[in-house]
Nanobody, 127 residues
Framework: QAQLEESGGGLVEAGGSLRLACAVRGGVFNRYAMGWFREAPGKEREFVAVVTASGERTFYGDSVKDRFIISRDNALKVAYLQMNNLEPDDTAVYYC????????????????????WGQGSQVTVSS
């Protein structure tokens, strides 16, 4: 059983940057693909980014591609989401997720495959 602890959300002006961190307690970190989803008021939950357990493959949602960077440190058991050039439409609660798989290069982009969720971090981008 894993627990995901998120940190790093907050308020930033448009064009600014924030970094989210997701520390994993318990479980088998190097067998989890790690990622983020986000949810804004009145909108459906949206896939943001994922990194494979190996750290060698990443995949991004179209709305954040070329602005966000996901990474992981398997020694520290932490995943990161670097968010650059933030826009007001990025305002949402961001949820760190972990999905277990035996293959280190596997990933998925739908929440049905998620095994664990973090508590959520509010990110607010002012115009």
């Amino acid at each position: 059983q894993a627990q995901l602890e998120e940190s790093g959300g907050g308020l930033v002006e448009a064009g600014g940057s924030l970094r989210l961190a997701c520390a994993v307690r318990g479980g088998v970190f190097n067998r989890y693909a790690m990622g983020w989803f986000r949810e804004a008021p009145g909108k459906e939950r949206e896939f943001v980014a994922v990194v494979t357990a190996s750290g060698e493959r990443t995949f991004y949602g179209d709305s954040v591609k070329d602005r966000f960077i996901i990474s992981r440190d398997n020694a520290l058991k932490v995943a990161y989401l670097q968010m650059n050039n933030l826009e007001p439409d990025d305002t949402a609660v961001y949820y760190c997720v972990a999905a277990f798989h035996h293959s280190p290069d596997w990933y998925c982009t739908t929440y049905e495959c998620v095994d664990y969720w973090g508590q959520g971090s509010q990110v607010t981008v002012s115009s």
